[in-house]
């Protein structure tokens, strides 16, 4: 793909990404210095993972039901606090795949794929339901767009390639759904299978929901932008990056995504997707993958990519869970992908590209906040850390623009007449030592609302 450059009346003006405050500037000669003593070893472990063997499902499910508690504990890569847990995760994997037949599966970037009939999926037994919803017309994907036209120089996402390097397909067939795999290797990588499923509660929501009166989470940081307004979802196209986190020194995830957002305390439900680098959850890999998450009480449930059979899955593609063949370089070629939600016949479905993936049941809200429409729609940027937190977006300071700074576009939601409107948005910048956000900008188009995001990370974010 050539570099595609902004619209013609893009109205950012770069500034310099160089901290000019001598504390921060100490804090990143710090972070430099423990990145060369300490990161370079592990972020070669961490980019180039152990390649994954392809094992047949039968074999998987053999493989579970034996495998030692003691083996997985002693691994160097395990977390797991004890045989208990171990446990647990074990009954629930079998839990998940029990009466699950597999016409064929594939593996890409060391996940496993098995294709499933759509009603043997986990989410059928979660809910009690008999046959998937009826997804919205393909053409409301694009008849939302408050705009009919979309800029022609806008990067496109990279395509999943057709065969694993096994020749495996990596379509399903018809009447089927690719359920990732989930293994007690990757479990293992948690303490427990509830830290395996979660993403604790984010300053994101906590901050927006209360007007920046009350923080959140200390150990999530962000870059965001944020509007109050009810709504049955919305979309962003997604700007897509990888950048590094260093899980040697403590740094856990790097994430760009969107959250629609209901309720408040106990009953805060969210709508959320996007990109995310978490070595820990996709068996070491440095390279962004899709996810999604939703919950339905505050984050004391939910779980990535429908690990826990929260989500209905109809399309077999818009593999979750998936890295791309791609990403976009600093200066050079730009990649994204567009992610929607939209609540249509009391169901959240998911859109990604063209393609309706699937829905979270309206059965999920327990006639919460959510199962009517939510109240608040965020865009941008997290991260969790401990001491030092990673890079968020590309790395690269907002203010850097096109092509060096991430960015999300084409925001826009819909109100709870079924009207898409553009995005009127505001920033918040609650750690602007590590990250920034740059706009929210108006133009024309598909590039009608955008802005960029992220920053280097480091200490004392």
């Given at each position: 793909?050539?570099?595609?450059?902004?619209?013609?009346?893009?109205?950012?003006?770069?500034?310099?990404?160089?901290?000019?405050?001598?504390?921060?500037?100490?804090?990143?000669?710090?972070?430099?210095?423990?990145?060369?003593?300490?990161?370079?070893?592990?972020?070669?472990?961490?980019?180039?993972p152990?390649?994954?063997?392809?094992?047949?499902?039968?074999?998987?499910?053999?493989?579970?039901?034996?495998?030692?508690?003691?083996?997985?504990?002693?691994?160097?890569?395990?977390?797991v606090?004890?045989?208990?847990a171990?446990?647990e995760?074990?009954?629930?994997?079998?839990?998940?795949?029990?009466?699950?037949?597999?016409?064929?599966?594939?593996?890409?970037?060391?996940q496993?794929y098995?294709?499933?009939?759509?009603?043997?999926?986990?989410?059928?037994?979660?809910?009690?339901?008999?046959?998937?919803?009826q997804?919205?017309?393909?053409?409301?994907?694009?008849?939302?767009?408050?705009?009919?036209?979309?800029?022609?120089?806008?990067?496109?996402?990279?395509?999943?390639?057709?065969?694993?390097?096994?020749?495996?397909?990596?379509?399903?067939?018809?009447?089927?759904?690719?359920?990732?795999?989930?293994?007690?290797?990757?479990?293992?990588?948690?303490?427990?299978?509830?830290?395996?499923?979660?993403?604790k509660?984010?300053?994101?929501?906590?901050?927006?929901?209360?007007?920046?009166?009350?923080?959140?989470?200390?150990a999530?940081?962000?870059?965001?932008?944020?509007?109050?307004?009810?709504?049955?979802?919305?979309?962003?196209?997604?700007?897509?990056?990888?950048?590094?986190?260093?899980?040697?020194?403590?740094?856990?995830?790097?994430?760009?995504?969107?959250?629609?957002?209901?309720?408040?305390?106990?009953?805060?439900?969210?709508?959320?997707?996007?990109?995310?680098?978490?070595?820990?959850?996709?068996n070491?890999?440095?390279?962004?993958?899709?996810?999604?998450?939703?919950?339905?009480?505050?984050?004391?449930?939910?779980?990535?990519?429908?690990?826990?059979?929260?989500?209905?899955?109809?399309?077999?593609?818009?593999?979750?869970?998936?890295?791309?063949?791609?990403?976009?370089?600093?200066?050079?070629?730009?990649?994204?992908?567009?992610?929607?939600?939209?609540?249509?016949?009391?169901?959240?479905?998911l859109?990604?590209?063209?393609?309706?993936?699937g829905?979270?049941?309206?059965?999920?809200?327990?006639?919460?906040q959510?199962?009517?429409?939510?109240?608040?729609?965020?865009?941008?940027?997290?991260?969790?850390?401990?001491?030092?937190?990673?890079?968020?977006?590309?790395?690269?300071?907002?203010?850097?623009?096109?092509?060096?700074?991430?960015?999300?576009?084409?925001?826009?939601?819909?109100?709870?007449?079924?009207?898409?409107?553009?995005?009127?948005?505001?920033?918040?910048?609650?750690?602007?030592?590590?990250?920034?956000?740059?706009?929210?900008?108006?133009?024309?188009?598909?590039?009608?609302?955008?802005?960029?995001?992220?920053?280097?990370?480091?200490?004392?974010?």
């Amino acid at each position: 793909m050539s570099n595609n450059l902004p619209p013609a009346n893009h109205s950012y003006r770069p500034q310099s990404s160089t901290p000019t405050n001598p504390q921060r500037t100490r804090k990143l000669l710090a972070l430099s210095a423990c990145a060369f003593l300490f990161a370079t070893p592990a972020a070669q472990a961490a980019t180039q993972p152990e390649a994954v063997k392809f094992v047949p499902f039968e074999q998987f499910l053999n493989s579970t039901r034996a495998s030692s508690a003691a083996d997985l504990m002693h691994r160097p890569e395990s977390k797991v606090a004890n045989a208990p847990a171990v446990e647990e995760m074990r009954k629930a994997i079998l839990d998940r795949y029990e009466g699950v037949t597999v016409s064929h599966s594939f593996l890409l970037d060391n996940q496993h794929y098995d294709c499933v009939p759509v009603h043997q999926q986990p989410a059928f037994h979660t809910y009690g339901i008999k046959a998937a919803a009826q997804a919205p017309p393909l053409e409301l994907l694009t008849q939302h767009q408050p705009t009919a036209n979309a800029s022609p120089s806008a990067p496109k996402s990279p395509e999943v390639a057709s065969f694993d390097a096994n020749g495996n397909s990596t379509r399903c067939e018809a009447n089927t759904v690719p359920l990732l795999r989930t293994t007690l290797e990757t479990m293992s990588h948690f303490k427990s299978l509830n830290d395996f499923y979660q993403k604790k509660p984010g300053n994101a929501v906590h901050v927006a929901q209360a007007n920046f009166a009350t923080p959140g989470g200390p150990a999530h940081k962000y870059s965001y932008t944020y509007q109050f307004v009810n709504n049955l979802g919305g979309n962003s196209n997604l700007n897509l990056w990888s950048p590094y986190v260093n899980t040697a020194l403590g740094e856990i995830f790097s994430l760009s995504q969107e959250w629609y957002i209901g309720g408040s305390g106990a009953g805060t439900q969210t709508e959320e997707v996007g990109w995310v680098v978490y070595p820990a959850m996709f068996n070491g890999s440095e390279q962004a993958h899709f996810f999604i998450f939703s919950t339905a009480d505050n984050y004391a449930s939910g779980c990535w990519n429908n690990t826990c059979g929260d989500f209905v899955q109809v399309a077999s593609s818009g593999l979750l869970g998936n890295s791309w063949s791609a990403y976009s370089s600093p200066g050079g070629a730009q990649y994204e992908f567009a992610a929607k939600y939209y609540l249509y016949q009391g169901n959240w479905w998911l859109g990604y590209g063209s393609t309706w993936v699937g829905y979270y049941p309206g059965a999920k809200y327990h006639g919460g906040q959510n199962s009517r429409y939510a109240q608040i729609i965020e865009f941008g940027s997290e991260s969790v850390g401990s001491w030092i937190w990673p890079p968020e977006g590309s790395g690269a300071w907002s203010s850097t623009g096109w092509s060096h700074a991430a960015y999300q576009r084409n925001l826009y939601y819909i109100n709870t007449s079924g009207t898409s409107l553009w995005d009127s948005l505001n920033s918040a910048q609650p750690s602007p030592a590590c990250y920034s956000i740059t706009g929210p900008y108006n133009n024309t188009g598909a590039w009608s609302r955008y802005f960029y995001e992220g920053g280097p990370g480091g200490f004392g974010c």
